[in-house]
């Protein structure tokens, strides 16, 4: 641990090393703290004062006494309910919305089902109602909330706050001004973030998934679109237009003939969808009358999952199906693999419900796709997380940014 400033200063950065110090390592003394940090025990106990008055900091109780004896020390520990955020996910058909304590665990929810392509005005409004219901529930002053965040779907300019497009909202047009249009609903100055879901989603890995103790991670997220959330030693990947992770329109079968929603053909998308996946399944019903898939179920009745399932089952059309889709997962992935030498790669969306024998089927073509002379079986993984996911994300990303 580098040393964080000379004994007495008092500077704003050094007061918040020692609260993320004690955030992230539980219940302390001064003299604990006094020794990690390198500076003198006045000045922590000063800091520790600072930040209790504060609400951040809590006086936890008496330690144990020292080998040489003496009084029992006072133990300090961080007040995850010291703060609040509101997260939202915008779904494509609904909004789920959270409080968070500082330590992004749900306090309370809220999901709000909209309609397609629901207008913009609609869509802000649910939000300031989601953010005052919740509020007033768990009975938080306003001045704890300490950031509100927005999962948006689509090309996302985080810095400005505006929705550049939103395939799922055409309606609101092109480069809306989201944040700004939040705020003055919201009537109020709390620090606002707004980002494509899929980066809050990989930094919910980083900080409470699986990835918790990787600096190079990419999450997928595979369904009727595809995209990845992408950080690199411990950075999110933005990119110098808001594209990075538009993973789904790389071209990865220049002669196919599916076209993809963008215009263009063979995008990795457009070889993965959902839609592709059934409407194969649909014109394999004459050939594979008797498979598991439609055991079930009509031809227009079938679902992703009853493909998922028949795989799962050793169904023959099923195994196909997800073969050829785990095929052309292991080109795309081969290509990111190549691209960021991730330390792992996460699965989220539908497919994280396909089961074992798709990712098996992954994890051995990715091995012989991408020449890479490492094990791919521990590298990919499908996601814990359910669809709270986005708003749990974007909850620590606040957090985060609140405490650097
Ligand atoms: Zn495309």
Same mark, same amino acid.
């Given at each position: 641990?580098?040393?964080?400033?000379?004994?007495?200063? *008092?500077?704003?950065?050094?007061?918040?090393?020692?609260?993320?110090?004690?955030?992230?390592?539980?219940?302390?003394?001064?003299?604990?703290?006094?020794?990690?940090?390198?500076?003198?025990?006045?000045?922590?106990?000063?800091?520790?004062?600072?930040?209790?008055?504060?609400?951040?900091?809590?006086?936890?109780?008496?330690?144990?006494?020292?080998?040489?004896?003496?009084?029992?020390?006072?133990?300090?520990?961080? /007040?995850?309910?010291?703060?609040?955020?509101?997260?939202?996910?915008?779904?494509?058909?609904?909004?789920?919305?959270?409080?968070?304590?500082?330590?992004?665990?749900?306090?309370?929810?809220?999901?709000?089902?909209?309609?397609?392509?629901?207008?913009?005005?609609?869509?802000?409004?649910?939000?300031?109602?989601?953010?005052?219901? *919740?509020?007033?529930?768990?009975?938080?002053?306003?001045?704890?909330?300490?950031?509100?965040?927005?999962?948006?779907?689509?090309?996302?300019?985080?810095? /400005?706050?505006?929705?550049?497009?939103?395939?799922?909202?055409?309606?609101?047009?092109?480069?809306?001004?989201?944040?700004?249009?939040?705020?003055?609903?919201?009537?109020?100055?709390?620090?606002?973030?707004?980002?494509?879901?899929?980066?809050?989603?990989?930094?919910?890995?980083?900080?409470?998934?699986?990835?918790?103790?990787?600096?190079?991670?990419?999450?997928?997220?595979?369904?009727?679109?595809?995209?990845?959330?992408?950080?690199?030693?411990?950075?999110?990947?933005?990119?110098?237009?808001?594209?990075?992770?538009?993973?789904?329109?790389?071209?990865?079968?220049?002669?196919?003939?599916?076209?993809?929603?963008?215009?263009?053909?063979?995008?990795?998308?457009?070889?993965?969808?959902?839609?592709?996946?059934?409407?194969?399944?649909?014109?394999?019903?004459?050939?594979?009358?008797?498979?598991?898939?439609?055991?079930?179920?009509?031809?227009?009745?079938?679902?992703?999952?009853?493909?998922?399932?028949?795989?799962?089952?050793?169904?023959?059309?099923?195994?196909?199906?997800?073969?050829?889709?785990?095929?052309?997962?292991?080109?795309?992935?081969?290509?990111?693999?190549?691209?960021?030498?991730?330390?792992?790669?996460?699965?989220?969306?539908?497919?994280?419900?396909?089961?074992?024998?798709?990712?098996?089927?992954?994890?051995?073509?990715?091995?012989?796709?991408?020449?890479?002379?490492?094990?791919?079986?521990?590298?990919?993984?499908?996601?814990?997380?359910?669809?709270?996911?986005?708003?749990?994300?974007?909850?620590?990303?606040?957090?985060?940014?609140?405490?650097?």
């Amino acid at each position: 641990m580098p040393s964080i400033g000379k004994p007495g200063s *008092l500077k704003l950065s050094n007061r918040k090393a020692i609260l993320n110090m004690l955030r992230n390592s539980g219940v302390l003394s001064v003299a604990e703290l006094s020794q990690k940090a390198k500076l003198s025990k006045t000045t922590i106990l000063k800091i520790f004062n600072y930040y209790v008055k504060e609400g951040l900091v809590l006086v936890a109780g008496k330690g144990e006494s020292t080998d040489e004896g003496g009084k029992k020390p006072i133990m300090y520990e961080f /007040n995850k309910r010291g703060g609040f955020v509101f997260a939202c996910h915008i779904f494509p058909d609904a909004l789920y919305s959270v409080i968070t304590d500082l330590d992004s665990s749900i306090l309370s929810s809220r999901n709000t089902a909209i309609k397609e392509n629901e207008g913009l005005n609609s869509v802000i409004e649910n939000i300031v109602q989601s953010f005052n219901s *919740l509020v007033n529930e768990e009975n938080i002053p306003k001045n704890k909330i300490i950031g509100i965040a927005i999962g948006a779907h689509g090309i996302t300019d985080y810095n /400005n706050g505006v929705i550049i497009h939103s395939p799922h909202f055409q309606s609101w047009g092109e480069n809306v001004e989201f944040k700004n249009i939040l705020k003055e609903k919201l009537n109020s100055d709390i620090p606002i973030f707004i980002d494509n879901q899929i980066r809050f989603q990989v930094f919910a890995e980083k900080v409470k998934g699986t990835a918790r103790d990787k600096k190079n991670i990419i999450v997928i997220e595979g369904g009727a679109g595809l995209v990845a959330g992408i950080i690199v030693k411990d950075e999110i990947k933005r990119g110098a237009h808001n594209l990075a992770g538009e993973i789904g329109h790389m071209i990865i079968n220049p002669n196919s003939d599916e076209t993809c929603a963008c215009g263009v053909k063979g995008c990795f998308e457009s070889m993965v969808t959902t839609r592709r996946l059934l409407r194969i399944a649909g014109e394999s019903k004459e050939k594979y009358p008797d498979s598991l898939i439609f055991k079930n179920s009509g031809r227009n009745d079938i679902s992703i999952g009853d493909i998922f399932r028949a795989s799962n089952q050793g169904d023959g059309l099923g195994k196909k199906i997800m073969d050829d889709a785990a095929g052309w997962y292991a080109i795309g992935l081969s290509n990111l693999v190549l691209t960021y030498d991730p330390d792992i790669i996460i699965l989220h969306g539908i497919f994280i419900k396909a089961g074992d024998y798709f990712i098996k089927r992954l994890r051995e073509r990715i091995s012989n796709v991408s020449l890479v002379h490492v094990n791919m079986d521990t590298r990919i993984e499908y996601s814990k997380f359910g669809s709270e996911v986005g708003a749990i994300g974007a909850a620590a990303y606040v957090t985060s940014e609140y405490f650097k």
